[in-house]
């Protein structure tokens, strides 16, 4: 069975959420990008707490192409610290894994 990752990031803006996950899945760099629902989220940020709703994506993609799929996250994402974590998944549904594999093949 191959791996996939699940890079995950949030933003405050569903908008912008969309435009990452359209972005991505446009470019081939994910097979997937799922926008969730508002979360509250309450954080540490310059000397104080504070609490901000914000949307996560969660993009699944082929382990050769996310160090791409960051670059292009970066490079987009309005937050001077954005929160981007990879998840690297050992075991899956084969036949979606091989999906994820296929659809990001530039």
């Known amino acids: 069975m191959e791996q996939i990752c699940v890079v995950t990031t949030v933003v405050d803006v569903r908008s912008v959420a969309d435009v990452l996950a359209a972005a991505a899945v446009a470019g ?6 799922q926008v969730g ?28 192409r996310v ?3 960051l670059t292009q996250i970066r490079a987009n994402h309005p937050y001077e610290v954005p929160e981007i974590l990879v998840t690297t998944v050992q075991s899956g549904n084969p036949a979606y894994t091989a999906w994820v594999v296929e659809h990001t093949r530039p």
Request: hydrophobic share 40%; with cysteine.
């Open 28 to 33: 081939r760099l994910a097979a997937c990008a």
């Open 67 to 69: 160090e791409a799929l």
């Open 37 to 64: 629902g508002q979360i509250d989220s309450t954080y540490w940020w310059q000397s104080a707490v504070e609490t901000t709703t914000e949307w996560s994506v969660q993009f699944k993609t082929a382990p050769d």
